[in-house]
């Protein structure tokens, strides 16, 4: 990622919105297909989100295991072909619904995957992808094995022997058999992903992926190191994580993830946090680390309030973090999402990282003078993006676009004669100084928020279902997005 000479675009699209008929994307053939779409508009980026499991709320923002990857991507085609499953199973795991539907995926994939395990025999590659994956798979698999021995409960209903992580290593034994089928369901997903990531790569494309700042309370990270969060004796969370009111959301955003016990992580040398990096390193190219502002100072409500009205601002050792991570990780390419209520001290923040941060042009249009105007742009070390997966499609928020906001956008996106708000927005992306311009596939397609929007934050339910149409790849659109990439000088 050199800042300094390269210009280049590149698509946000995730992995779960690709066209498929087995209810949602995966690493299969409409992957690669995606790929070869991105190489033949020229893009060097594939902007995927993250790849962990979902739980409860569908999002994978809230997951129940970071280090692990999400059993949905595996393609049932994949295993069709390695014999793992019947010409009757596959016809059973089909579903073209046009939204993911995570209840009925739920209700089906995991016992496809059982049918699967129970037709595999290890092999060499998958003894070693257990070897090497030993420090956080063994703790998933008998993490998910209590989760169904406990019918998916949360880890704090369960009885203290198996609560408490140490006393449930112990036990691990009873649950063996289990245990072997949540790591073949690792190594699937490793495996087809790791096949589909080197494709992309010989295509010249990098993969960026996200890693949420918080994890879940009812996951195997908190489960396995209840020392690195803030919690009670009886292991729920003393505080939890949100956003303070705004003029959007007066009672704020309580997102209900656990704190994270920052003085004893700091002691031991972000032991914890070094992990993580380094899994997430395993997946993707470049790591966007979301809600940024949070290592700098984070916003924490007491356990047990309703809404986020109650909180407080405290400090987080950022810097430090950063440091060490730098230092063990020295190559390590890395995004700030640094949106939200930022403060001096997180640009402080991000000026010592280094770190290249966002620049969401639908947020340009209502201040005059806007730090995301292109023409305030510092220098070219920042990510330019129209929207993101959390706002309006850029076709609605153009057309909801009035008053001052609209005036200012005439004035400093003026549209060409037939030229869309959208296409104009997206050009002015491309031709601003920003080293990366990162465009929603939804953009280029001129999708409205009924049709393509990803996540509404805070409201709880309906999001992440979006899909793609399978006959998105048209000659017009490549040749659109060619053109637009080739007169930008990001190639």
Not at 67 to 96: C, H, Q
Not at 267 to 294: A, M, N, Q
Not at 449 to 463: C, E, H, K, Y
Request: net charge negative; glycine share 6%; charged share 30%.
């Amino acid at each position: 990622m050199n800042k300094k000479t390269e210009h280049h675009s590149g698509i946000l699209m995730p992995i779960s919105s690709l066209p498929s008929k087995y209810g949602i994307g995966n690493f299969g053939k409409d992957a690669y297909k995606f790929a070869d779409f991105l190489a033949k508009t020229k893009q060097k980026y594939w902007q995927v989100l993250p790849l962990n499991p979902t739980s409860y709320g569908d999002s994978p923002y809230q997951s129940p295991a970071s280090a692990s990857g999400n059993p949905y991507f595996i393609d049932p085609e994949v295993l069709y072909e390695d014999g793992l499953l019947t010409k009757e199973d596959l016809k059973e795991a089909i579903n073209k619904n046009k939204r993911v539907d995570y209840g009925w995926l739920f209700n089906t994939r995991y016992d496809l995957l059982r049918k699967a395990f129970s037709r595999f025999n290890p092999n060499d590659d998958y003894f070693v992808f257990c070897k090497n994956n030993q420090e956080w798979l063994d703790d998933y698999a008998l993490f998910m094995s209590l989760k169904v021995q406990h019918g998916y409960a949360e880890w704090t209903s369960w009885e203290n022997d198996y609560q408490d992580y140490e006393k449930a290593k112990e036990l691990k034994e009873n649950f063996e058999e289990e245990m072997k089928y949540w790591r073949f369901i690792q190594y699937e997903f490793h495996k087809q992903w790791d096949k589909l990531h080197q494709y992309v790569k010989n295509l010249g494309i990098k993969i960026i992926g996200d890693m949420p700042i918080y994890v879940a309370h009812d996951s195997m990270d908190v489960w396995c190191s209840p020392e690195d969060f803030l919690l009670d004796e009886k292991h729920q969370p003393t505080l939890v994580a949100g956003c303070p009111p705004d003029g959007f959301s007066p009672d704020g955003q309580l997102w209900g993830n656990p704190i994270y016990n920052w003085d004893k992580m700091e002691k031991d040398g972000f032991t914890w946090w070094k992990k993580r990096i380094k899994e997430s390193f395993k997946l993707y190219d470049v790591l966007r680390i979301d809600h940024f502002r949070g290592f700098a100072g984070y916003y924490a409500i007491p356990f047990g309030h309703e809404t986020a009205r109650f909180g407080s601002w405290y400090h987080a050792p950022g810097i430090e973090l950063f440091d060490t991570i730098k230092k063990h990780f020295p190559k390590a390419e890395i995004i700030a999402e640094d949106l939200g209520f930022i403060t001096e001290d997180v640009r402080e923040l991000l000026a010592k990282t280094g770190f290249p941060g966002m620049k969401i042009l639908q947020f340009a249009f209502y201040d005059d003078d806007a730090e995301f105007l292109p023409r305030m742009f510092k220098d070219e070390n920042c990510i330019v993006y129209t929207g993101s997966h959390d706002s309006d499609c850029t076709k609605t928020w153009y057309q909801n676009l009035n008053g001052d906001a609209k005036k200012r956008f005439k004035k400093e996106c003026p549209k060409r004669k037939n030229q869309t708000g959208t296409e104009a927005l997206i050009e002015f992306a491309l031709n601003s100084k920003a080293f990366l311009a990162i465009i929603p596939i939804q953009d280029y397609l001129e999708l409205t928020n009924d049709l393509g929007r990803m996540n509404t934050p805070a409201v709880a339910s309906g999001n992440w279902t979006w899909r793609l149409s399978s006959r998105y790849a048209t000659d017009r659109l490549i040749n659109k997005i060619s053109k637009l990439t080739i007169d930008s000088k990001r190639i």
